[in-house]
Each structure stands twice: as C-alpha cells, then as structure tokens.
C-alpha cells in the first residue's frame, strides 16, 4: 500500500512538471467543464423561474444535483479521466507493452498517470453550487450529513470509474471500440441534466441498473436533502459493488486476451 | 461560384468517411429529444402550460431545434482553422484562388447538406418513439421565413468560428476562446431551453444579437410559437450580423496572415 501511495504520488510530480510546459491549456478542462455546468445552472433557475418543482424536486434539490455532478466530473477529470482515456489507444498500439512489463499493477499507474490539476478549480466551483443549494433548501447541515454525502460523492466517483474501465476494457477484444466510448458522451450529456428519479419504465431500469449513470448525482442528493429511503441507500450500494468487481474482473480478463505488440 | 460548389459537393462526398461521426450526432439528436420527453414531462404533470408552451408544442420545439442543431457543423470550423494554422498547412489557402472564408463557408454547406439526411431520419424517428404530435405552422411566410434563417444561421456561425480559428494567428492556444463561445452560444440559441422562457429583458437584447436567429427563431417560425414578422426582422438581424462578421473576418486575416509561419511559406 505504502508502496503504491509513493508511486501515485511520484506520477502526480511527473504530470505536474510536465504540464507547466503547457501553462496555457492548463484550465482547458476547467473551462469547459465550468461553462458547461454555469450553463445548466442558468437553464434550471429559467425553468424554475415558471414552475415550483419538476416531478417533486424543488430548485435547491436540483441545484444541489447540479453541484453533485459537477463535484463527481471534476473528482473524474482531476484524477484518472486522463488515464483511462488512453487505454484503448495503447491497447491498439501495443504501447501497453510498457506497463505490463513494469513491477507495478499496469491499471493503477493508467489510473493515476495523468492527473490533471488544471481540473482542481472545478471541485471549489461545484462546492459553490452546492452550498447555494442547500442554502436554497434550509439544509441545517450537520457532521452526520456532510459525512455522509462526502462517502456517498466518494461511491458513486468509483462507479462513474467503473463504467469508463468497463467501456475502455473492450478493445481487448475488438480491433477499433471507438463506437461503444464514443456513445458514453451524449448518455452522460442526458444524466447531467435529468435527475435519475425523473427515469420512469425501461428508462430506470437502464439508467439505474444497465448503464448506471442515472445514480451517480441523484443518490448523493438524495441524501443530503432527505429523501433517500434504507432499500434506495442499499440498492445503490449494491450497484457500485456489482460494477467494480465486474470493472476489475473484466480488465484482468482483458489483460489476458491482450496481443501485444510483440506477440 | 463554381468552383465554391465543387467545395460543396466534395465535403457531402466526404461525410461517407465519417459514418460514425454522423451516427453519433443522430443519436445526440435523439437524446436531446428524450431529455425533453423526460424533463418536461415531469414539469408538464401538474400544469397544462408553460410559458406559453403546451407539453406536445415543447416536444416539437425541441424535435426542430435538435435538427438544426445536428445539421450546424460549423464548430468544426474553429478546430479546422486553427489546426491548419498551428500545422503550418493553412497555406494552402492562402495559395489557392479562393477566398479562405468563402471557402470554409461552402465546406460547411456541404457537411450540412450530408448531415441533414440522417437529421431528418432521426426526428422522424424521435417523433415516432416520443409519441410527438408535430405542431406545424400552416403560415406559408412564417414557413418560408424559417426555410431562409437556417442557412443563414449557419454562413453566421461558419463566419464566428472561422475569426475564433483566425485567433491562432495571434494566440497560439485559442481553447479558452472555443470553451467560452461554445458554452455561452449553446445557450443564447435557444437549443438547450427555448428563449421564450428567458427573462422578458433578457429576450429583447438577445433580439438584436444574431445567436437566438440561428436555432430558436426557425424552430419557433415552424413550430407556429412567434410570427413571420419576428422572422423577417431575424433574417435582418442576421444579414447584418454576417456581413459585419465577414467584414472583420476580412480585416482580421489580412493583419494577421502575415504572423503567419507555415509549410512553404
């Protein structure tokens, strides 16, 4: 453990000096994430401007799942989008042949090799729209609660890793998956904007237990403004487990069908 | 002219390289719609209108807005730009006998054109899967009106994105420029929420700007929610709007084509 944490912390030295060579695309990701959540905040304090609640949440609800799904796509783009963004391209490449070989797990150094710290200012500008949500909502906010939500934010982070390893585990067995990553953008694109709860039918069951997206914000919000029921808090425990053993058990199986650029 | 269309036809011939690029915008179009389906249907079930909307008129301002928006492909335009100009192979247009704006314009065209086909496939589809009731202005001028706007909403678009592309001539990293006008246009369009629903100032600044013309006004001229008089004065708004952009794209490249220290040059 002692060993892997010098390792992060080693990679995150490396990253850093390697971007201040780049010192203007430093906020890049900032930027574009930022806008695009200010974005949304605008459009849901327009709607709210006519409307009281849509299904039953309220605007501070709302503002709060906003600020939740900006904290987990700034958790994601601080620490290991960068990475596993790469996978497929090395797997292509045969370049994974340079971390199989290493004495150290190939995911983990994938995982944390391109942190991006340009992307840090996103998680003080998503505490921001969340704390206008809670004030929004009179939130009376306790140790219990903070602690809470911090574990959950924390979960629901693993999963939003789990679905990106899943999806970038597949060109292990195929010659271009460009398809299946591709589709990833407009399903998260449509789960920044709606509420899982707002899911009726087919809709819930894909977004909630399929293609998980549809829990990631809303059960910490959920949460936080209390109305997250013991069999909701389960249940989105059990998705979580389910998709980081299937997320890891599905990269070592890739590992093993890899063809590397050697072989 | 001709040789403007020939850019055109070749761009359409293009778009069957890209089938995935195109597939995938289908599917963000369809997505749009079902962010709508979705959305709007819980905000529509206590009340019976909106702003002005009933829930069947919203569906159909986003199945025509999310069309449009399929079919403008002129974001590419700033990363083509830009590109060329950081790879130094943008000297290929300043060789050539064409007018590099003109150029860029026909291109975009072309891609449109290709795009449109599949744009028209999945509205039809998302109408079929949403259970959408088309609401149709039967006003031939606000028809017309609509019919004009887009192409024109698009030579506009082309034209802002290729002076953001021009930047680089200047800047060498345009992303924070890209970032902030992609961001702030997608919203004063109209294509994520229709502007109808904007503060009352808001909506009559954004009058005499060109951006709600390009996605909001065409969709609201066919969905019968504004007049052909907001249309004719949109098509005016947006003439004056590319002209000046054309004008000051003009300007622009001629100052800054000579920072210029590309492949032959």
């Not at chain 1, 004495?103 to 500008?125: I, K, Q």
């Not at chain 1, 694109?189 to 977004?207: C, H, M, Q, S, T």
């Not at chain 2, 028809?143 to 887009?150: H, N, Q, T």
């Amino acid at each position: 453990m002692r060993r892997n944490l010098r390792f992060i912390f080693l990679l995150l030295k490396l990253k850093l000096t390697h971007m201040m060579v780049f010192r203007l695309s430093f906020f890049g990701g900032f930027l574009a994430d930022s806008m695009l959540f200010l974005i949304q905040i605008l459009a849901f304090n327009t709607i709210y401007g006519h409307i009281d609640t849509i299904g039953d949440w309220s605007k501070g609800q709302m503002m709060i799942f906003i600020g939740t799904f900006s904290m987990l796509n700034g958790i994601n783009m601080l620490v290991y989008f960068f990475g596993v963004l790469g996978i497929p391209e090395k797997i292509a490449s045969g370049e994974l042949d340079h971390y199989i070989t290493k004495p150290v797990s190939p995911l983990l150094r994938l995982t944390f090799e391109n942190f991006d710290p340009g992307s840090a200012p996103l998680l003080l500008l998503s505490g921001v729209i969340i704390a206008y949500g809670v004030s929004l909502e009179g939130i009376t906010l306790t140790f219990p609660l903070v602690l809470g939500y911090s574990l959950l934010v924390l979960l629901m982070a693993v999963l939003y890793y789990d679905m990106e390893l899943i999806l970038r585990t597949i060109p292990f067995f195929t010659v271009a998956a460009n398809a299946i990553t591709e589709l990833e953008g407009p399903l998260l694109e449509l789960n920044f904007k709606i509420p899982g709860v707002l899911y009726k039918g087919a809709f819930k069951i894909l977004f909630y237990f399929i293609l998980p997206y549809g829990v990631m914000a809303t059960v910490p919000t959920q949460f936080i403004t209390g109305t997250l029921s013991l069999p909701g808090l389960l249940q989105a425990l059990g998705v979580v487990t389910v998709f980081t053993v299937l997320a890891l058990r599905f990269w070592r199986f890739g590992l093993k069908h890899y063809k590397s650029a050697s072989s | 002219m001709r040789k403007y269309l020939a850019v055109t036809s070749t761009l359409f011939k293009a778009q069957l390289v890209y089938r995935f690029e195109v597939a995938m915008t289908a599917v963000s179009s369809v997505g749009t719609v079902l962010f709508a389906w979705v959305l709007w249907g819980a905000a529509f079930s206590e009340r019976t209108a909106i702003g002005g909307f009933t829930y069947q008129d919203m569906l159909s301002y986003y199945v025509i807005s999310s069309f449009i928006v399929s079919i403008d492909k002129s974001n590419n335009v700033c990363f083509e730009v830009s590109k060329k100009i950081r790879g130094g192979t943008f000297s290929k247009y300043m060789t050539i006998p064409a007018n590099p704006q003109l150029y860029f314009l026909f291109q975009s065209f072309g891609v449109s054109a290709y795009y449109a086909l599949f744009a028209l496939l999945s509205a039809l589809f998302s109408v079929g899967a949403f259970g959408v009731k088309l609401s149709f202005s039967s006003d031939p001028a606000s028809v017309l009106c609509a019919i004009l706007l887009v192409p024109l909403g698009i030579s506009f678009m082309v034209s802002l994105r290729y002076f953001i592309g021009l930047l680089t001539f200047k800047f060498q990293d345009i992303g924070f420029f890209i970032h902030v006008q992609s961001g702030s246009v997608t919203f004063i369009t109209g294509s994520i929420i229709p502007i109808v629903l904007l503060p009352k100032t808001v909506q009559s600044i954004l009058r005499f700007l060109p951006f709600s013309h390009v996605i909001y006004t065409p969709a609201a001229l066919l969905t019968g929610q504004t007049d052909a008089t907001a249309g004719f004065s949109g098509l005016l708004v947006l003439l004056g709007w590319t002209a000046i952009m054309a004008v000051m794209n003009k300007a622009v490249y001629n100052r800054l084509r000579v920072k210029f220290d590309g492949v032959g040059v």
